[in-house]
Protein backbone atom coordinates (compact mmCIF):
# COMPACT_ATOMS: atom_id res chain seq x y z
CA UNK A 1 0.00 0.00 0.00
CA UNK A 2 1.34 3.27 -0.97
CA UNK A 3 1.66 5.77 2.29
CA UNK A 4 1.79 8.73 0.15
CA UNK A 5 -1.93 7.71 -0.79
CA UNK A 6 -4.83 9.60 0.79
CA UNK A 7 -8.74 8.58 1.16
CA UNK A 8 -11.86 11.41 0.80
CA UNK A 9 -13.41 11.46 4.22
CA UNK A 10 -17.10 10.99 3.84
CA UNK A 11 -19.78 10.68 6.26
CA UNK A 12 -22.39 8.37 4.38
CA UNK A 13 -22.67 11.27 1.49
CA UNK A 14 -21.66 14.53 3.70
CA UNK A 15 -17.73 15.65 3.33
CA UNK A 16 -15.39 15.20 6.31
CA UNK A 17 -14.33 19.09 7.69
CA UNK A 18 -11.06 19.92 9.18
CA UNK A 19 -9.92 22.19 11.48
CA UNK A 20 -8.85 24.53 8.91
CA UNK A 21 -12.83 24.18 6.88
CA UNK A 22 -11.47 22.26 4.18
CA UNK A 23 -11.97 19.02 2.91
CA UNK A 24 -10.73 16.42 5.11
CA UNK A 25 -8.60 13.11 4.31
CA UNK A 26 -7.35 9.91 5.54
CA UNK A 27 -5.44 7.20 4.62
CA UNK A 28 -6.30 3.99 2.96
CA UNK A 29 -6.00 2.41 5.85
CA UNK A 30 -9.03 3.64 7.15
CA UNK A 31 -11.35 2.13 4.33
CA UNK A 32 -13.75 -0.75 4.97
CA UNK A 33 -11.54 -4.23 4.26
CA UNK A 34 -14.00 -5.05 1.31
CA UNK A 35 -14.77 -1.50 0.03
CA UNK A 36 -14.09 -0.45 -3.91
CA UNK A 37 -12.17 2.67 -3.82
CA UNK A 38 -12.26 4.88 -6.65
CA UNK A 39 -9.68 6.70 -8.01
CA UNK A 40 -9.79 10.33 -7.70
CA UNK A 41 -6.30 11.73 -9.36
CA UNK A 42 -3.32 12.95 -7.66
CA UNK A 43 -2.65 16.03 -5.93
CA UNK A 44 0.86 17.24 -5.21
CA UNK A 45 2.22 13.63 -6.31
CA UNK A 46 -0.51 11.68 -3.90
CA UNK A 47 -3.09 9.75 -5.15
CA UNK A 48 -6.60 10.45 -4.22
CA UNK A 49 -9.32 7.74 -3.57
CA UNK A 50 -12.69 7.92 -2.10
CA UNK A 51 -14.67 4.63 -0.50
CA UNK A 52 -18.12 3.26 -2.05
CA UNK A 53 -20.09 3.28 0.82
CA UNK A 54 -22.51 0.51 1.24
CA UNK A 55 -25.60 2.37 -0.04
CA UNK A 56 -26.34 5.47 -2.26
CA UNK A 57 -28.49 8.41 -1.83
CA UNK A 58 -31.84 7.21 -3.34
CA UNK A 59 -33.74 10.08 -1.21
CA UNK A 60 -34.85 13.87 -3.01
CA UNK A 61 -31.81 15.61 -4.27
CA UNK A 62 -30.37 18.26 -1.96
CA UNK A 63 -33.19 17.53 1.32
CA UNK A 64 -30.42 17.49 3.47
CA UNK A 65 -29.69 21.57 4.40
CA UNK A 66 -26.13 19.98 5.92
CA UNK A 67 -25.14 19.63 2.38
CA UNK A 68 -26.02 23.31 1.12
CA UNK A 69 -23.66 24.60 4.46
CA UNK A 70 -21.14 22.10 3.54
CA UNK A 71 -21.16 23.49 0.26
CA UNK A 72 -21.49 27.16 1.28
CA UNK A 73 -18.18 26.21 3.62
CA UNK A 74 -15.97 25.16 1.09
CA UNK A 75 -13.45 26.22 -1.25
CA UNK A 76 -14.22 26.37 -4.96
CA UNK A 77 -11.43 23.64 -5.57
CA UNK A 78 -12.63 21.70 -3.15
CA UNK A 79 -16.44 21.85 -3.91
CA UNK A 80 -15.05 20.50 -7.24
CA UNK A 81 -13.06 17.61 -5.70
CA UNK A 82 -16.04 16.60 -3.19
CA UNK A 83 -18.52 16.81 -6.08
CA UNK A 84 -16.91 14.61 -8.63
CA UNK A 85 -16.18 12.05 -5.71
CA UNK A 86 -19.86 12.35 -4.39
CA UNK A 87 -21.63 11.58 -7.90
CA UNK A 88 -18.68 8.61 -9.05
CA UNK A 89 -19.05 6.67 -5.68
CA UNK A 90 -22.74 7.36 -5.35
CA UNK A 91 -23.13 5.57 -8.46
CA UNK A 92 -20.90 3.11 -7.64
CA UNK A 93 -23.14 2.49 -4.42
CA UNK A 94 -26.30 2.29 -6.73
CA UNK A 95 -24.48 0.19 -9.93
CA UNK A 96 -23.48 -2.74 -8.42
CA UNK A 97 -25.88 -5.14 -10.18
CA UNK A 98 -26.21 -5.29 -14.22
CA UNK A 99 -28.97 -3.62 -15.85
CA UNK A 100 -28.81 -5.49 -18.82
CA UNK A 101 -28.55 -9.52 -17.58
CA UNK A 102 -29.46 -8.63 -13.61
CA UNK A 103 -25.73 -10.40 -12.65
CA UNK A 104 -23.21 -8.85 -10.54
CA UNK A 105 -20.94 -6.18 -11.35
CA UNK A 106 -17.39 -4.92 -10.53
CA UNK A 107 -15.60 -1.89 -9.87
CA UNK A 108 -12.97 -1.52 -12.99
CA UNK A 109 -10.68 0.84 -14.65
CA UNK A 110 -9.89 2.67 -10.97
CA UNK A 111 -14.00 3.24 -10.54
CA UNK A 112 -14.23 5.16 -14.23
CA UNK A 113 -16.38 1.55 -15.17
CA UNK A 114 -18.06 -0.72 -14.26
CA UNK A 115 -17.84 -4.28 -15.69
CA UNK A 116 -20.97 -7.48 -15.20
CA UNK A 117 -19.55 -10.53 -14.45
CA UNK A 118 -21.87 -12.60 -16.04
CA UNK A 119 -22.32 -11.01 -19.39
CA UNK A 120 -19.30 -8.98 -19.63
CA UNK A 121 -20.90 -5.84 -20.27
CA UNK A 122 -19.18 -2.50 -19.34
CA UNK A 123 -21.50 0.54 -17.38
CA UNK A 124 -19.70 3.99 -17.18
CA UNK A 125 -20.79 6.60 -14.59
CA UNK A 126 -23.66 9.08 -15.72
CA UNK A 127 -23.82 12.72 -16.59
CA UNK A 128 -27.49 13.91 -16.77
CA UNK A 129 -27.63 17.00 -18.90
CA UNK A 130 -30.32 19.83 -17.82
CA UNK A 131 -31.43 22.75 -18.93
CA UNK A 132 -31.73 26.18 -16.91
CA UNK A 133 -32.43 28.96 -18.31
CA UNK A 134 -32.91 32.66 -18.59
CA UNK A 135 -36.27 33.90 -20.21
CA UNK A 136 -36.86 37.21 -21.02
CA UNK A 137 -39.66 39.41 -22.66
CA UNK A 138 -40.21 42.92 -22.20
CA UNK A 139 -37.34 43.54 -20.20
CA UNK A 140 -38.76 40.86 -17.23
CA UNK A 141 -37.63 37.70 -16.58
CA UNK A 142 -39.33 34.16 -15.99
CA UNK A 143 -39.04 32.57 -12.73
CA UNK A 144 -41.00 29.79 -11.11
CA UNK A 145 -41.04 27.94 -7.15
CA UNK A 146 -40.68 24.50 -7.73
CA UNK A 147 -43.26 21.94 -5.76
CA UNK A 148 -41.93 21.78 -2.17
CA UNK A 149 -39.46 24.70 -2.22
CA UNK A 150 -39.36 26.87 0.95
CA UNK A 151 -42.01 29.85 0.76
CA UNK A 152 -41.12 32.72 -1.31
CA UNK A 153 -38.26 31.23 -2.84
CA UNK A 154 -38.18 31.33 -7.26
CA UNK A 155 -35.26 30.65 -9.96
CA UNK A 156 -34.97 30.05 -13.14
CA UNK A 157 -36.74 27.40 -14.71
CA UNK A 158 -34.85 24.08 -15.33
CA UNK A 159 -35.38 20.46 -17.13
CA UNK A 160 -33.54 17.07 -18.28
CA UNK A 161 -32.53 17.39 -21.39
CA UNK A 162 -34.38 14.17 -23.01
CA UNK A 163 -32.83 11.99 -25.80
CA UNK A 164 -33.32 13.08 -29.48
CA UNK A 165 -32.93 17.03 -28.42
CA UNK A 166 -30.47 19.49 -28.83
CA UNK A 167 -29.97 22.10 -25.56
CA UNK A 168 -31.82 24.97 -27.64
CA UNK A 169 -34.80 21.99 -28.59
CA UNK A 170 -34.82 21.13 -24.60
CA UNK A 171 -34.91 24.62 -23.28
CA UNK A 172 -37.68 25.93 -25.73
CA UNK A 173 -39.69 22.31 -24.99
CA UNK A 174 -39.14 22.24 -20.96
CA UNK A 175 -40.55 26.31 -20.84
CA UNK A 176 -43.33 25.51 -22.91
CA UNK A 177 -44.64 22.37 -21.18
CA UNK A 178 -44.13 23.92 -17.29
CA UNK A 179 -45.27 27.40 -18.42
CA UNK A 180 -46.80 27.72 -21.76
CA UNK A 181 -44.45 30.19 -22.93
CA UNK A 182 -43.07 29.97 -26.39
CA UNK A 183 -39.09 30.52 -26.53
CA UNK A 184 -36.77 31.30 -29.41
CA UNK A 185 -33.26 32.82 -30.23
CA UNK A 186 -32.05 30.26 -27.39
CA UNK A 187 -28.09 31.01 -26.54
CA UNK A 188 -25.92 29.25 -23.98
CA UNK A 189 -24.44 30.93 -21.20
CA UNK A 190 -22.06 28.72 -18.92
CA UNK A 191 -22.32 25.25 -17.50
CA UNK A 192 -21.82 23.89 -13.87
CA UNK A 193 -21.25 20.20 -12.70
CA UNK A 194 -24.26 19.81 -9.81
CA UNK A 195 -23.59 16.34 -8.09
CA UNK A 196 -27.27 15.28 -6.97
CA UNK A 197 -26.94 12.88 -8.16
CA UNK A 198 -24.41 13.99 -11.34
CA UNK A 199 -26.31 16.46 -13.52
CA UNK A 200 -24.30 18.75 -15.74
CA UNK A 201 -26.53 22.14 -15.29
CA UNK A 202 -26.29 23.95 -19.08
CA UNK A 203 -26.95 27.84 -18.59
CA UNK A 204 -28.85 29.63 -21.29
CA UNK A 205 -30.73 32.85 -21.99
CA UNK A 206 -33.70 32.95 -24.39
CA UNK A 207 -36.46 35.51 -25.68
CA UNK A 208 -40.19 34.40 -24.49
CA UNK A 209 -42.82 34.99 -27.32
CA UNK A 210 -45.75 35.22 -25.17
CA UNK A 211 -46.05 37.01 -21.95
CA UNK A 212 -49.26 34.90 -20.73
CA UNK A 213 -48.72 31.70 -18.08
CA UNK A 214 -50.18 28.43 -18.50
CA UNK A 215 -48.95 26.64 -15.22
CA UNK A 216 -48.21 23.10 -15.49
CA UNK A 217 -49.43 22.63 -11.45
CA UNK A 218 -47.56 19.12 -11.81
CA UNK A 219 -43.88 20.63 -12.03
CA UNK A 220 -44.44 23.96 -10.61
CA UNK A 221 -46.19 25.47 -7.53
CA UNK A 222 -45.69 29.28 -9.68
CA UNK A 223 -44.21 31.50 -12.12
CA UNK A 224 -43.98 35.08 -13.05
CA UNK A 225 -42.20 37.89 -14.69
CA UNK A 226 -39.84 39.65 -12.73
CA UNK A 227 -38.41 42.99 -13.12
CA UNK A 228 -34.62 44.03 -13.32
CA UNK A 229 -35.50 46.06 -10.16
CA UNK A 230 -37.30 42.97 -8.62
CA UNK A 231 -34.44 40.56 -9.58
CA UNK A 232 -31.54 43.12 -8.01
CA UNK A 233 -33.11 43.57 -5.00
CA UNK A 234 -33.75 39.27 -4.37
CA UNK A 235 -29.66 39.13 -4.74
CA UNK A 236 -29.04 42.01 -2.40
CA UNK A 237 -31.18 39.78 -0.22
CA UNK A 238 -34.14 42.50 0.17
CA UNK A 239 -36.25 41.80 -3.29
CA UNK A 240 -40.12 40.15 -3.73
CA UNK A 241 -38.31 36.79 -3.49
CA UNK A 242 -35.56 34.23 -2.12
CA UNK A 243 -32.74 34.23 -4.82
CA UNK A 244 -31.09 30.84 -5.02
CA UNK A 245 -27.90 30.38 -3.51
CA UNK A 246 -24.64 31.90 -4.75
CA UNK A 247 -23.45 28.06 -5.11
CA UNK A 248 -25.75 27.66 -7.60
CA UNK A 249 -25.65 27.87 -11.27
CA UNK A 250 -29.06 29.89 -11.23
CA UNK A 251 -27.29 32.58 -9.01
CA UNK A 252 -24.70 33.15 -11.67
CA UNK A 253 -27.08 33.14 -14.43
CA UNK A 254 -29.36 36.22 -12.66
CA UNK A 255 -26.43 38.18 -12.02
CA UNK A 256 -24.97 37.38 -15.72
CA UNK A 257 -28.82 38.61 -16.85
CA UNK A 258 -28.18 42.07 -14.44
CA UNK A 259 -24.62 43.11 -15.99
CA UNK A 260 -25.53 42.18 -19.27
CA UNK B 1 -57.03 -0.59 -29.34
CA UNK B 2 -56.64 2.79 -30.46
CA UNK B 3 -56.91 2.61 -34.56
CA UNK B 4 -55.68 5.95 -34.84
CA UNK B 5 -51.99 4.58 -32.94
CA UNK B 6 -49.17 3.80 -34.96
CA UNK B 7 -45.93 1.87 -34.84
CA UNK B 8 -42.51 2.85 -36.08
CA UNK B 9 -41.18 0.19 -38.17
CA UNK B 10 -37.69 -1.15 -36.46
CA UNK B 11 -35.24 -3.54 -37.90
CA UNK B 12 -33.71 -4.20 -34.69
CA UNK B 13 -32.19 -1.27 -34.35
CA UNK B 14 -32.67 -0.30 -37.93
CA UNK B 15 -35.33 2.01 -39.57
CA UNK B 16 -37.67 0.46 -41.70
CA UNK B 17 -38.30 3.30 -44.97
CA UNK B 18 -41.18 3.38 -46.86
CA UNK B 19 -41.59 3.56 -50.75
CA UNK B 20 -40.89 7.58 -50.63
CA UNK B 21 -37.78 7.24 -48.44
CA UNK B 22 -39.29 8.40 -45.14
CA UNK B 23 -39.67 6.41 -41.90
CA UNK B 24 -42.17 3.23 -42.48
CA UNK B 25 -45.00 3.25 -39.66
CA UNK B 26 -47.06 -0.23 -39.04
CA UNK B 27 -50.08 -0.07 -36.75
CA UNK B 28 -50.12 -1.50 -32.94
CA UNK B 29 -51.22 -4.88 -34.29
CA UNK B 30 -48.28 -5.62 -35.23
CA UNK B 31 -46.04 -5.44 -32.47
CA UNK B 32 -45.35 -8.59 -30.52
CA UNK B 33 -47.87 -9.46 -28.08
CA UNK B 34 -45.19 -8.92 -24.72
CA UNK B 35 -43.73 -6.13 -26.35
CA UNK B 36 -43.15 -3.16 -24.34
CA UNK B 37 -44.48 0.17 -26.28
CA UNK B 38 -42.56 3.32 -25.76
CA UNK B 39 -44.92 6.40 -26.35
CA UNK B 40 -42.74 8.79 -28.67
CA UNK B 41 -45.39 11.50 -29.05
CA UNK B 42 -48.14 12.71 -30.68
CA UNK B 43 -48.30 13.24 -34.99
CA UNK B 44 -51.23 14.70 -36.52
CA UNK B 45 -53.10 13.51 -34.23
CA UNK B 46 -51.90 10.11 -33.82
CA UNK B 47 -50.22 8.18 -30.95
CA UNK B 48 -46.85 7.27 -32.05
CA UNK B 49 -44.84 4.23 -30.28
CA UNK B 50 -41.91 2.20 -30.54
CA UNK B 51 -41.46 -1.27 -29.62
CA UNK B 52 -38.84 -2.46 -26.88
CA UNK B 53 -36.77 -5.27 -29.01
CA UNK B 54 -35.62 -8.56 -27.06
CA UNK B 55 -31.89 -7.06 -27.44
CA UNK B 56 -30.46 -3.85 -27.09
CA UNK B 57 -27.25 -2.87 -29.64
CA UNK B 58 -24.25 -3.46 -27.52
CA UNK B 59 -22.02 -3.69 -30.26
CA UNK B 60 -19.51 -0.98 -31.56
CA UNK B 61 -21.06 2.58 -32.38
CA UNK B 62 -21.91 2.97 -35.67
CA UNK B 63 -19.80 -0.27 -37.25
CA UNK B 64 -23.02 -0.78 -39.38
CA UNK B 65 -22.86 0.82 -42.54
CA UNK B 66 -26.50 0.69 -43.42
CA UNK B 67 -27.25 3.11 -40.32
CA UNK B 68 -25.23 5.79 -42.40
CA UNK B 69 -26.85 5.16 -45.71
CA UNK B 70 -30.29 5.27 -43.43
CA UNK B 71 -29.75 9.05 -41.87
CA UNK B 72 -28.33 9.86 -45.47
CA UNK B 73 -31.71 9.02 -46.60
CA UNK B 74 -33.96 10.04 -44.24
CA UNK B 75 -35.10 13.81 -43.49
CA UNK B 76 -34.36 15.71 -40.49
CA UNK B 77 -37.71 15.67 -38.79
CA UNK B 78 -37.62 11.95 -39.56
CA UNK B 79 -34.04 11.57 -38.73
CA UNK B 80 -34.80 13.21 -35.03
CA UNK B 81 -37.57 10.64 -34.72
CA UNK B 82 -35.82 7.76 -35.64
CA UNK B 83 -32.73 8.77 -33.41
CA UNK B 84 -34.96 9.42 -30.48
CA UNK B 85 -36.71 6.41 -30.43
CA UNK B 86 -33.47 4.02 -31.28
CA UNK B 87 -32.13 6.00 -27.80
CA UNK B 88 -34.85 5.34 -26.02
CA UNK B 89 -36.05 1.64 -27.20
CA UNK B 90 -31.93 0.09 -26.91
CA UNK B 91 -31.81 1.91 -23.04
CA UNK B 92 -34.97 0.05 -22.87
CA UNK B 93 -33.97 -3.11 -23.99
CA UNK B 94 -30.29 -2.81 -21.79
CA UNK B 95 -32.51 -1.91 -18.63
CA UNK B 96 -34.48 -4.67 -17.75
CA UNK B 97 -33.15 -5.56 -14.49
CA UNK B 98 -32.29 -2.63 -11.51
CA UNK B 99 -28.63 -1.91 -11.01
CA UNK B 100 -29.39 -1.06 -7.24
CA UNK B 101 -30.61 -4.51 -6.62
CA UNK B 102 -30.95 -6.87 -9.42
CA UNK B 103 -34.60 -7.29 -9.65
CA UNK B 104 -36.60 -6.77 -12.22
CA UNK B 105 -37.04 -3.53 -13.91
CA UNK B 106 -40.94 -2.27 -15.63
CA UNK B 107 -41.68 -0.03 -18.33
CA UNK B 108 -43.79 2.99 -16.78
CA UNK B 109 -44.75 6.92 -17.68
CA UNK B 110 -44.80 5.93 -21.37
CA UNK B 111 -41.36 4.61 -21.48
CA UNK B 112 -39.81 7.49 -19.75
CA UNK B 113 -38.91 5.78 -17.01
CA UNK B 114 -38.26 2.18 -15.60
CA UNK B 115 -39.23 1.00 -11.95
CA UNK B 116 -37.84 -1.59 -10.25
CA UNK B 117 -40.30 -4.18 -8.83
CA UNK B 118 -38.21 -5.32 -6.19
CA UNK B 119 -36.31 -2.28 -4.32
CA UNK B 120 -38.71 0.52 -5.70
CA UNK B 121 -35.94 2.54 -7.18
CA UNK B 122 -37.20 4.49 -10.64
CA UNK B 123 -34.75 4.44 -13.41
CA UNK B 124 -34.48 7.31 -16.06
CA UNK B 125 -33.15 7.14 -19.79
CA UNK B 126 -29.89 8.29 -20.02
CA UNK B 127 -28.08 11.12 -22.32
CA UNK B 128 -24.57 11.59 -22.07
CA UNK B 129 -23.21 14.66 -22.81
CA UNK B 130 -19.77 14.67 -25.17
CA UNK B 131 -18.09 17.24 -26.15
CA UNK B 132 -16.59 18.06 -29.97
CA UNK B 133 -14.30 20.95 -30.34
CA UNK B 134 -12.29 22.88 -33.01
CA UNK B 135 -8.96 23.35 -31.59
CA UNK B 136 -7.47 26.12 -33.63
CA UNK B 137 -3.60 27.82 -33.32
CA UNK B 138 -1.94 29.84 -35.90
CA UNK B 139 -5.14 29.57 -38.16
CA UNK B 140 -5.08 26.03 -38.32
CA UNK B 141 -7.21 23.15 -36.65
CA UNK B 142 -6.07 20.31 -34.66
CA UNK B 143 -7.83 16.93 -36.27
CA UNK B 144 -7.51 13.77 -35.59
CA UNK B 145 -7.97 10.03 -36.49
CA UNK B 146 -9.76 7.53 -34.64
CA UNK B 147 -8.12 3.82 -33.68
CA UNK B 148 -10.05 1.82 -36.22
CA UNK B 149 -10.59 4.48 -38.32
CA UNK B 150 -11.12 3.99 -42.29
CA UNK B 151 -7.73 5.49 -43.76
CA UNK B 152 -7.79 9.33 -43.96
CA UNK B 153 -11.11 9.88 -42.13
CA UNK B 154 -10.12 12.92 -39.61
CA UNK B 155 -12.59 14.59 -37.70
CA UNK B 156 -12.56 17.01 -34.48
CA UNK B 157 -11.37 15.61 -31.32
CA UNK B 158 -14.05 14.70 -28.83
CA UNK B 159 -14.98 12.85 -25.31
CA UNK B 160 -17.35 12.23 -22.66
CA UNK B 161 -17.93 15.26 -20.04
CA UNK B 162 -16.73 13.14 -17.13
CA UNK B 163 -18.54 13.94 -13.84
CA UNK B 164 -17.67 16.89 -11.76
CA UNK B 165 -16.65 18.76 -15.10
CA UNK B 166 -18.25 21.83 -16.63
CA UNK B 167 -18.27 21.95 -20.72
CA UNK B 168 -15.49 24.02 -20.86
CA UNK B 169 -13.23 21.85 -18.30
CA UNK B 170 -14.05 18.76 -20.55
CA UNK B 171 -13.19 20.30 -23.72
CA UNK B 172 -9.35 21.10 -22.45
CA UNK B 173 -9.19 18.25 -20.01
CA UNK B 174 -9.84 15.89 -23.50
CA UNK B 175 -7.68 17.89 -25.93
CA UNK B 176 -4.55 17.59 -23.35
CA UNK B 177 -5.06 13.94 -22.72
CA UNK B 178 -5.21 12.91 -26.29
CA UNK B 179 -2.64 15.09 -27.99
CA UNK B 180 -0.42 17.11 -25.12
CA UNK B 181 -2.43 20.59 -26.35
CA UNK B 182 -3.28 23.10 -23.63
CA UNK B 183 -6.41 24.77 -24.53
CA UNK B 184 -8.08 28.14 -23.76
CA UNK B 185 -10.90 30.38 -23.99
CA UNK B 186 -13.23 27.75 -24.76
CA UNK B 187 -16.73 28.43 -26.20
CA UNK B 188 -20.19 26.93 -27.07
CA UNK B 189 -20.72 26.59 -30.92
CA UNK B 190 -23.92 24.25 -31.49
CA UNK B 191 -25.39 21.14 -29.96
CA UNK B 192 -26.53 18.18 -31.70
CA UNK B 193 -28.59 14.66 -30.23
CA UNK B 194 -26.43 11.24 -31.33
CA UNK B 195 -28.43 8.80 -30.75
CA UNK B 196 -25.50 5.78 -30.69
CA UNK B 197 -26.51 5.19 -28.43
CA UNK B 198 -27.40 8.09 -26.65
CA UNK B 199 -24.54 11.37 -27.01
CA UNK B 200 -25.62 14.81 -27.04
CA UNK B 201 -23.13 16.10 -28.68
CA UNK B 202 -21.81 19.37 -27.30
CA UNK B 203 -20.21 21.63 -30.38
CA UNK B 204 -17.59 23.79 -29.40
CA UNK B 205 -14.47 25.89 -30.49
CA UNK B 206 -10.97 26.91 -28.54
CA UNK B 207 -7.79 28.36 -29.18
CA UNK B 208 -4.73 25.87 -28.55
CA UNK B 209 -1.60 27.06 -26.10
CA UNK B 210 0.85 24.85 -27.77
CA UNK B 211 1.61 23.24 -32.04
CA UNK B 212 3.46 20.17 -30.32
CA UNK B 213 1.45 16.98 -30.52
CA UNK B 214 1.94 14.29 -27.66
CA UNK B 215 -0.28 11.76 -29.17
CA UNK B 216 -2.09 9.17 -27.01
CA UNK B 217 -1.93 5.75 -28.67
CA UNK B 218 -4.80 4.44 -26.82
CA UNK B 219 -6.81 6.99 -28.07
CA UNK B 220 -5.71 7.82 -31.29
CA UNK B 221 -4.47 6.94 -34.75
CA UNK B 222 -3.11 10.19 -35.66
CA UNK B 223 -3.41 13.81 -35.26
CA UNK B 224 -2.25 17.10 -37.32
CA UNK B 225 -2.82 20.53 -37.65
CA UNK B 226 -4.83 21.84 -40.90
CA UNK B 227 -5.38 24.92 -43.19
CA UNK B 228 -7.98 26.47 -44.23
CA UNK B 229 -7.21 25.45 -47.46
CA UNK B 230 -6.95 21.82 -46.64
CA UNK B 231 -10.29 21.73 -44.70
CA UNK B 232 -12.14 23.87 -47.17
CA UNK B 233 -11.14 21.27 -49.87
CA UNK B 234 -11.85 18.54 -47.61
CA UNK B 235 -15.09 19.55 -47.25
CA UNK B 236 -15.36 19.76 -50.97
CA UNK B 237 -14.39 16.24 -50.85
CA UNK B 238 -11.11 16.41 -52.84
CA UNK B 239 -8.25 17.56 -49.43
CA UNK B 240 -5.35 15.73 -47.67
CA UNK B 241 -8.05 14.43 -45.65
CA UNK B 242 -11.09 12.67 -45.76
CA UNK B 243 -14.14 14.95 -43.94
CA UNK B 244 -16.79 13.50 -41.20
CA UNK B 245 -19.83 12.99 -43.26
CA UNK B 246 -22.99 16.06 -43.90
CA UNK B 247 -24.85 14.09 -40.71
CA UNK B 248 -22.16 14.64 -38.31
CA UNK B 249 -21.92 18.02 -36.16
CA UNK B 250 -18.42 17.74 -36.91
CA UNK B 251 -19.06 18.47 -40.62
CA UNK B 252 -21.34 21.77 -39.35
CA UNK B 253 -18.28 22.66 -37.07
CA UNK B 254 -15.90 22.29 -39.98
CA UNK B 255 -18.27 24.77 -42.16
CA UNK B 256 -18.95 27.27 -39.43
CA UNK B 257 -15.54 27.62 -38.49
CA UNK B 258 -14.46 28.07 -42.49
CA UNK B 259 -17.64 30.94 -42.84
CA UNK B 260 -16.28 32.35 -39.50
Redesign the interface.
Known sequence: MNWRARLLALDGMMPGMDDTGGLAWTTLADAPEDAELVFLGFDDGRACFAAVPPQ?D?GPRLANPAVWQAMAALSPDDL??Y???R??VD?HA????????????KLAKGG?QRNCESCG?P???????VTIMLVEHDGKLLLGRGLGWPEGRYSTLAG?????????EAVAREVLEETGVRVSNVT?V????W?FP?Q?M?GCHGYGDNEDITLDTTELADAGWYSREDVGAALEGNGPFIAPPPQAIANHLLRWWMER
Chains 1, 2 share one sequence.
Open positions: GAAIGGASLWRHRYCPNCGGNTWAHFPRTDPFVEPGESIEYASQPPSLL
